[in-house]
């Protein structure tokens, strides 16, 4: 008799845990199913991400203007995937869709778009570094490696970051990338100006090996940045991120969200985009400018004093090759986050007084404040 309550325990146990894993997996694959809906070109094959929140409820359809979206909504209760909620350093949190594998070789042009609405009152929600859509380099193997692009909402302003990473390395028992970057943030609009509209990004990309590469990005039809010369290192590859990724994710932190009614990327841009738009897209790229506000900033992520298992270099450049990687001046109201003026200020305040420690102390901060900040 005794026998026969162990197994019915087990029983009952073992149906407990395979409900959970069902639920899971029905709430990834009916989030993944409605978003899928609104994916053209290439981006039709696009995962789930193994790291997604769980919640069933964070992806869904709504209708507004007669034009239907995608709603993707992150709050603290939905927690994250397990690399990324007990990672050193922050808690992330995300929703996305992802490439299984590299998708595009380097010197391979391509044309992406993104078709998206920023809901009202989000200019000062979220983690303050929401992400959107990120372009990723692959490592040798075809997997995700580190960060190329990213659009975000970065402290109330829609911005595109491109990042060239000098070194990304892994801390022993984590399989989450650090980076060391030279970056270049164009400032697209104040996220408080897009509220209750629709935008759309548009962009050509020649992923470069040295300094051949090529990118061009229309924001709501206008030609806001072109760039010829390097834009991607430490990469064997180009691989795409659509959703909604959240970092430095805690109890305070508000709840994100976006609705996306278009996304996709393809080799070929009358796949995915207008002719008209095509036109701007493949024309020929001979210089760099934007039109936009943009700034250079550097950072250098901490190793919190943990063994590096895997690390991998190459020598800094800048995006913008004649421009100076300086923090920007203290006066301008768009700047690197809390995170990346301490981290950058303590390497100074450890050595020689610099610009950066300067920057974090016309903030009010100070060394100790920092350190608190960071812990």
């Known amino acids: 008799m005794k026998n026969i309550a162990i197994i019915f325990f087990l029983v009952i146990v073992v149906g407990l845990e395979s409900t959970h894993a069902s639920n899971f997996n029905t709430s990834s694959s009916s989030g993944a199913k409605i978003l899928k809906e609104f994916a053209v070109g290439d981006s039709r094959s696009l995962v789930p991400s193994s790291r ?19 709603e993707i909504s992150l709050s603290y209760n939905d927690e994250g995937g397990k690399a990324d909620w007990d990672r050193t350093g922050e808690r992330n949190q995300r929703w996305e869709l992802r490439d299984k594998k590299k998708k595009y070789n380097l010197n391979q042009p391509y044309f992406l778009t993104y078709r ?15 992400k959107y859509l990120q372009i990723i380099a692959a490592n040798r193997d ?33 399989n989450n990338s650090n980076m060391k970057h030279r970056a270049t943030r164009f400032k697209l609009a104040p996220m408080a100006d897009l509220e209750e509209t629709t935008n759309q990004i548009d ?28 834009n991607t290192t430490l990469s064997h590859g180009i691989l795409h991120k659509f959703g909604l990724y959240r970092g430095d994710v805690n109890l305070d932190t508000p709840d994100s969200l976006i609705q996306i009614s278009r996304f996709g990327t393809s080799k070929n841009c009358s796949d995915i ?53 300086e923090p920007p001046p203290i006066s301008v109201d768009f700047s690197v986050s809390t995170k990346e003026v301490c981290e950058l200020a303590i390497q100074e305040w450890d050595s020689t007084p610099g610009a950066w420690s300067q920057h974090a102390e016309a903030r009010g901060l100070t060394q100790e404040s920092c350190r608190l900040f960071l812990k």
């Open 52 to 70: 997604n929140a769980k919640s069933g409820d964070i992806v869904s359809r709504v209708n507004i203007h007669d034009e239907p979206f995608a």
């Open 203 to 230: 962009l050509k990309f020649l992923p470069s090996k040295g300094h051949d590469g090529e990118f061009i990005m229309l924001f709501n039809g206008e030609k806001v940045i072109s760039h010829k010369g390097p």
């Open 142 to 174: 075809g997997g995700a490696w580190n960060p190329v692009a990213q659009l975000k909402n970065q402290s109330g302003f829609l911005t595109f970051t491109f990042y060239l990473n000098y070194e990304v390395f892994y801390l022993c028992g984590e």
């Open 116 to 130: 998206f609405r920023i809901p009202a009152g989000l200019d000062n929600r979220g983690s303050g570094s929401d």
């Open 273 to 325: 985009v207008s002719k008209n738009t095509c036109d701007f897209l493949t024309a020929e790229v001979t210089t760099t400018s934007a039109s936009i506000p943009w700034e250079n900033y550097s950072h250098a992520a901490s190793d919190f004093g943990r063994k590096i298992c895997k690390r991998a270099k190459t020598n800094p450049i800048n995006f913008f090759s004649l421009a100076k990687a």
